[in-house]
């Protein structure tokens, strides 16, 4: 009913900046937080950064500073900048919108995405 679908990884030296973006689509009614988690091999997935409807953001100690979260409401699309990467940031980079859709108007769902891989060699 609703997907959620990720862009923008990738293979980048230590240093480097990328930029993820993620979409959400469906029958959605209202989005409420939307948010970057990621997961490397053998460690549990962890929040990067997230951002409420309003605008209020929240970021992980280890990012905070090097990343940036940004959202059009308008194309329910969330972004991360993220800038002097380095290489313990290599993971796979998952976005989670918070979503209210037709079928549930009144509660919202957490819907995920599939992933996309940042590599950052040293």
């Known amino acids: 009913q609703v997907q959620v679908v990720e862009s923008g990884g990738g293979l980048v030296q230590a240093g480097g900046s990328l930029r993820l973006s993620c979409a959400a689509s469906g029958s959605i009614v209202r989005i409420n937080h939307m948010g970057w988690y990621r997961q490397a091999p053998g460690n549990q997935r962890e929040l990067v950064a997230l951002i409420t409807n309003d605008g209020i953001t929240n970021y992980a100690d280890s990012v905070r500073g090097r990343f940036t979260i940004s959202r059009d409401n308008a194309k329910n699309t969330v972004y991360l900048q993220m800038n002097s990467l380095k290489p313990e940031d290599t993971a796979g980079y998952y976005c989670?919108?918070?979503?209210?859709?037709?079928?549930?108007?009144?509660?919202?769902?957490?819907?995920w995405g599939q992933g996309t891989q940042v590599t950052v060699s040293s």
């Open positions: 989670k919108a918070e979503t209210a859709t037709t079928r549930t108007p009144f509660r919202t769902v957490d819907y």
